[in-house]
């Protein structure tokens, strides 16, 4: 039971565009969403999160939106740069249970 | 650099064996999490510990087990190893207990090739 999708497994954008990453969930439970950055041969890494409590969450380049009755979120990246090039991780919590619940992944290909 | 560690980073092995998988988790952190990724998966919540106890459980089978030493390091045990088990296997930590949204700091994994 996928309780967490990312139904594109690739996204291509061009340099300087915005790239839209989108997450679905299905558990109403859910109360808290990161997105983690993954690069090969490395672990991922924390990018950016968001409570339930808001629907939109900025950091720098970044942007997260919620929309809770959708159970849908979104990673935004303004303007996207070639190092942005990676496999980005919707994952959502029940702070409850204090289990992360990833998505499969989206791999992102910034082309300059 | 998270300031997690992980070793092995790759580990090759054969059906039917036992393998441990070591973390050492961030400096002052309580709290670590195992994962497992299988190819073109998500990565899936294992377990976790706080200070040494269990405080979560996923779908760990029960073949693999886990624990967390008073020096806060940790160890995921695999034993009766099937070819399905080959995945990457990632730590993680963080400061606090639950319930709590702490930031989770990843290592950079151990690759577990099952033959």
């Known amino acids: 039971d996928q309780q967490v999708k990312q139904n594109s497994p690739s996204l291509s954008v061009q340099e300087g565009r915005i790239s839209i990453l989108n997450c679905d969930y299905t558990n109403s439970m859910f109360d808290y969403f990161l997105w983690y950055k993954k690069y090969p041969a490395e672990g991922p890494t924390f990018l950016i999160s968001?409570?339930?409590?808001?629907d939109k969450n900025e950091d720098g380049r970044f942007t997260v939106f919620l929309n809770k009755s959708a159970k849908h979120l979104s990673l935004h990246i303004v303007p996207s740069q070639p190092g942005d090039s990676a496999v980005y991780f919707c994952?959502?919590?029940?702070?409850?249970?204090?289990?992360?619940?990833f998505g499969q992944g989206t791999r992102l290909t910034i082309n300059p | 650099d998270s300031g997690v560690t992980q070793t092995p980073k790759h580990l090759i092995t054969a059906t039917g064996q036992r393998v441990t998988l070591r973390c050492s988790p961030r400096s002052g952190d309580l709290s670590v999490y195992w994962y497992q990724q299988s190819l073109d998966q998500g990565l899936q919540f294992l377990i976790q510990y706080y200070n040494g106890e269990e405080r979560a459980k996923g779908n760990i089978l029960e073949r693999f087990s886990a624990q967390q030493f008073p020096d806060l390091h940790s160890e995921l045990n695999l034993s009766s190893l099937e070819l399905g088990d080959s995945a990457l296997y990632f730590c993680?930590?963080?400061?606090?207990?639950?319930?709590?949204?702490?930031?989770?700091?990843f290592g950079p994994g151990t690759r577990l090739t099952v033959l």
């Open positions: 993680a930590s963080s400061g606090t207990g639950p319930p709590s949204t702490d930031t989770q700091y």
């Open positions: 968001i409570s339930s409590i808001k």
């Open positions: 994952a959502a919590m029940d702070q409850g249970a204090q289990k992360l619940v």
